[in-house]
């Protein structure tokens, strides 16, 4: 089992049925996580057969950056994992700080029909040390913390959940990389059970649902998960969220030329939402090669923006990051892997 995916209280458990005092699971977290130690032998207040244990009963490999490119406010980071296989980050530089965009899973089962990450259908779970290690390795390279968390990345969160929920809450851990709870944001397609169970895990985290369309029809052409949760079920469990935890949620909503953008989507995406504790984010579309859709015209992004602000809506458009260096989720991913 790798130590990075390992949450203290787990590490307490291990050394209490082993005789040991639960503090010892403390240390080893302050080497990793504050003086970053690659190697248990390192960790020069446990002692050598406490070392030499952890070495026998825990792996420190990590995952490797690939590849990285980079523009003026972002950088895009190509991570390869122990079996091969490839997943993505995206460092963004903005005015309160830096954040990363992690991914959950190799690949993605969603099927969005304008996501890149869908195309290539998902290989696996990312198991909770990968997460934790693409917040390690972006802050080695970058010699800075980050402040902010977004699981954004490749994958769905909610078909990962349970190494999410870990990954969360070790990086979430003041004697971990110690990111708190309301810098850190979960995005779903909208798997209704999971956001149910969230409500419960009273955890601080922020949820933004992709939302994309305001009807079931044109939900259904563009995610299928709409088939299996449709939007009346999603609204009503978001409701349910938003009363139990009392937590603004976010509803993202990607611009595509065409398909999503007109007046009477916007109007009914006011409608559709009206009264909630919500906000919009529209987000401006990262084309790609293998994706028949455009992204809208600045213009056209404002004009939806004024109706929504019009019913009286919170509305933001998300500030763009790395469009010239593959910033699509799966973009770099799909050259690597060629498919």
């Given at each position: 089992m790798n130590i990075y995916g390992i949450k203290r209280v787990d590490l307490e458990d291990y050394f209490i049925k082993q005789g040991e005092k639960?503090?010892?699971?403390?240390?080893?977290?302050?080497?990793l996580y504050q003086h970053r130690v690659n190697s248990f032998f390192s960790?020069?207040?446990?002692?050598?057969?406490?070392?030499?244990?952890?070495?026998?009963?825990?792996?420190?490999?990590?995952?490797?950056?690939?590849k990285k490119q980079e523009d003026k406010l972002s950088k895009k980071y190509l991570f390869l994992l122990a079996d091969s296989?490839?997943?993505?980050?995206?460092?963004?530089?903005?005015?309160?700080?830096?954040?990363?965009c992690v991914s959950s899973e190799v690949g993605c089962n969603m099927g969005c029909a304008f996501c890149e990450s869908g195309r290539l259908k998902k290989v696996r779970n990312l198991e909770a040390y990968e997460m934790v290690e693409q917040i390690l390795l972006v802050e080695e390279d970058i010699k800075e913390r980050i402040s902010s968390v977004v699981i954004m990345g490749i994958g769905e969160p909610f078909d990962n959940y349970e190494n999410v929920m870990d990954f969360i809450k070790i990086i979430n851990d003041a004697k971990g990389i110690a990111i708190g709870a309301?810098?850190?944001?979960?995005?779903?397609?909208?798997?209704?059970?999971?956001?149910?169970?969230?409500?419960?895990?009273?955890?601080?985290?922020?949820?933004?649902?992709?939302?994309?369309?305001?009807?079931?029809?044109?939900?259904?052409?563009?995610m299928p998960v709409n088939k299996a949760y449709s939007l009346d079920l999603l609204m009503g469990t978001i409701?349910?969220?938003?009363?139990?935890?009392?937590?603004?949620?976010?509803?993202?909503?990607?611009?595509?030329?065409?398909?999503?953008d007109s007046d009477e989507c916007a109007h009914t995406l006011a409608r559709l939402i009206k009264g909630m504790n919500v906000y919009v984010n529209l987000?401006?579309?990262?084309?790609?090669n293998h994706m028949e859709f455009k992204r809208s015209s600045k213009e056209q992004v404002m004009h939806f923006y004024d109706i929504l602000k019009k019913h009286g809506l919170s509305v933001t458009i998300r500030k763009e990051f790395g469009r010239n260096i593959d910033a699509a989720c799966g973009q770099l991913r799909s050259k690597e892997v060629k498919v």
């Amino acid at each position: 089992m790798n130590i990075y995916g390992i949450k203290r209280v787990d590490l307490e458990d291990y050394f209490i049925k082993q005789g040991e005092k639960k503090f010892k699971a403390l240390q080893v977290y302050e080497w990793l996580y504050q003086h970053r130690v690659n190697s248990f032998f390192s960790m020069t207040n446990i002692k050598k057969e406490w070392q030499e244990q952890l070495s026998h009963d825990f792996s420190m490999v990590r995952i490797k950056i690939k590849k990285k490119q980079e523009d003026k406010l972002s950088k895009k980071y190509l991570f390869l994992l122990a079996d091969s296989n490839y997943v993505e980050a995206v460092l963004m530089e903005h005015d309160y700080g830096l954040s990363i965009c992690v991914s959950s899973e190799v690949g993605c089962n969603m099927g969005c029909a304008f996501c890149e990450s869908g195309r290539l259908k998902k290989v696996r779970n990312l198991e909770a040390y990968e997460m934790v290690e693409q917040i390690l390795l972006v802050e080695e390279d970058i010699k800075e913390r980050i402040s902010s968390v977004v699981i954004m990345g490749i994958g769905e969160p909610f078909d990962n959940y349970e190494n999410v929920m870990d990954f969360i809450k070790i990086i979430n851990d003041a004697k971990g990389i110690a990111i708190g709870a309301r810098h850190i944001t979960i995005s779903t397609c909208g798997i209704v059970p999971k956001i149910q169970e969230l409500a419960k895990e009273e955890l601080q985290v922020n949820l933004a649902i992709s939302l994309h369309a305001p009807t079931n029809e044109l939900r259904n052409r563009l995610m299928p998960v709409n088939k299996a949760y449709s939007l009346d079920l999603l609204m009503g469990t978001i409701k349910e969220y938003i009363q139990i935890t009392n937590r603004r949620v976010t509803i993202e909503y990607v611009m595509l030329n065409g398909v999503n953008d007109s007046d009477e989507c916007a109007h009914t995406l006011a409608r559709l939402i009206k009264g909630m504790n919500v906000y919009v984010n529209l987000i401006p579309y990262n084309e790609t090669n293998h994706m028949e859709f455009k992204r809208s015209s600045k213009e056209q992004v404002m004009h939806f923006y004024d109706i929504l602000k019009k019913h009286g809506l919170s509305v933001t458009i998300r500030k763009e990051f790395g469009r010239n260096i593959d910033a699509a989720c799966g973009q770099l991913r799909s050259k690597e892997v060629k498919v």
